[in-house]
């Protein structure tokens, strides 16, 4: 099949492109910086907002990976009105089968930046096309870099009562490769990771992982989606789940040596290998980045 990625080059597209490939599949990637093809993926320069670029995109697809997500702070700018442009000329040019990425959660606690995720769901389960929707947890690499963001303060707000499922981006590439493999659902599907664990055990772990030390100083996020998170709203136990901990994401254990070569050469999931490209230049929809509008240059 012919695949179209949104969001190619954020947190989970640099671990899908490569997961469909292996699938056999040919990968047409959007983006909004412009970029020669490579390693047999042909991209495409488009914008969602105004449009310009996802007409030729979405030309002789056989189905969509849309994964471009405004973030956190993006304002709902790609989750709803991008995802309204793209579904208005998918449709125009045949009828691919649509997954989109969404939030475990958004359909219980729409609230914050969930809104927009859910009313990017229902512009997806009404736009006439075939469509899967696969809603996440939180990935290890989107909390790695967060908890990132506080390594130089003294101590570290922690709300203990704080329960986080994280999955690894590696095992969501391969769950959504199989899902476009097997062709349309037509119904929403949760994956997460293999455990729940509060704030405190995540950002223990990671201090240990990361060599600092730092004390945690017990605080209670305010607000309805910290409320709903609580309350396991935010949670799955839909199976199957990812495997890798974040204990043994952040700590691998050590690899056992085999007599087969192969693979005792191919990268885990959580080698440096494997995880999507880091270029602060880069300006592009991804998975967590969020929506920054073009400049003129």
Same mark, same amino acid.
């Given at each position: 099949?012919?695949?179209?990625?949104?969001?190619?080059?954020?947190? $989970?597209?640099?671990?899908? @492109?490569? #997961?469909?490939?292996? *699938?056999?599949?040919?990968? =047409?990637?959007?983006?909004? /910086?412009? +970029?020669?093809?490579?390693?047999?993926?042909?991209?495409?320069?488009?914008?969602?907002?105004?449009?310009?670029?996802?007409?030729?995109?979405?030309?002789?697809?056989?189905?969509?990976?849309?994964?471009?997500?405004?973030?956190?702070?993006?304002?709902?700018?790609?989750?709803?009105?991008?995802?309204?442009?793209?579904?208005?000329?998918?449709?125009?040019?045949?009828?691919?089968?649509? $997954?989109?990425?969404?939030? @475990?959660? #958004?359909?219980?606690? *729409?609230?914050?930046?969930? =809104?927009?995720?859910?009313? /990017?769901? +229902?512009?997806?389960?009404?736009?006439?096309?075939?469509?899967?929707?696969?809603?996440?947890?939180?990935?290890?690499?989107?909390?790695?870099?967060?908890?990132?963001?506080?390594?130089?303060?003294?101590?570290?707000?922690?709300?203990?009562?704080?329960?986080?499922?994280?999955?690894?981006?590696?095992?969501?590439?391969?769950?959504?490769?199989?899902?476009?493999?097997?062709?349309?659902?037509?119904?929403?599907?949760?994956?997460?990771?293999?455990?729940?664990?509060?704030?405190?055990?995540?950002?223990?772990?990671?201090?240990?992982?990361?060599?600092?030390?730092?004390?945690?100083?017990?605080?209670?996020?305010?607000?309805?989606?910290?409320?709903?998170?609580?309350?396991?709203?935010?949670?799955?136990?839909?199976?199957?789940?990812?495997?890798?901990?974040?204990?043994?994401?952040?700590?691998?254990?050590?690899?056992?040596?085999?007599?087969?070569?192969?693979?005792?050469?191919?990268?885990?999931?959580?080698?440096?290998?494997?995880?999507?490209?880091?270029?602060?230049?880069?300006?592009?929809?991804?998975?967590?980045?969020?929506?920054?509008?073009?400049?003129?240059?």
């Amino acid at each position: 099949m012919r695949i179209l990625v949104t969001g190619a080059t954020g947190t $989970l597209g640099g671990a899908l @492109v490569p #997961a469909l490939l292996k *699938a056999g599949h040919e990968v =047409r990637a959007l983006s909004r /910086a412009k +970029r020669e093809d490579r390693g047999n993926v042909e991209w495409i320069w488009g914008d969602l907002i105004s449009g310009k670029g996802v007409e030729e995109a979405v030309r002789d697809v056989d189905a969509i990976a849309h994964l471009a997500t405004s973030g956190r702070k993006g304002r709902g700018a790609v989750d709803v009105p991008g995802t309204r442009t793209l579904l208005l000329l998918a449709r125009q040019a045949g009828r691919p089968h649509v $997954l989109f990425t969404s939030m @475990v959660g #958004a359909d219980r606690a *729409a609230h914050g930046y969930l =809104r927009h995720k859910l009313e /990017a769901e +229902r512009l997806v389960t009404e736009c006439g096309l075939d469509w899967t929707i696969l809603r996440l947890t939180p990935f290890h690499q989107w909390l790695h870099h967060r908890l990132g963001g506080f390594a130089s303060l003294p101590a570290l707000p922690v709300d203990r009562s704080l329960p986080w499922q994280p999955v690894h981006t590696g095992e969501v590439a391969a769950r959504a490769a199989a899902l476009l493999s097997a062709g349309p659902e037509g119904r929403e599907i949760e994956f997460g990771g293999p455990e729940a664990i509060d704030t405190e055990a995540l950002v223990q772990t990671w201090l240990r992982a990361a060599g600092l030390r730092r004390p945690c100083v017990p605080v209670r996020y305010p607000g309805r989606l910290y409320a709903a998170q609580r309350a396991g709203l935010l949670l799955t136990d839909a199976l199957p789940q990812g495997e890798i901990t974040w204990h043994d994401y952040l700590l691998p254990p050590e690899a056992i040596l085999s007599d087969d070569f192969a693979s005792e050469h191919t990268a885990s999931p959580t080698s440096p290998a494997t995880q999507p490209e880091q270029d602060p230049d880069l300006r592009v929809y991804g998975g967590d980045e969020g929506y920054e509008r073009p400049t003129r240059s």
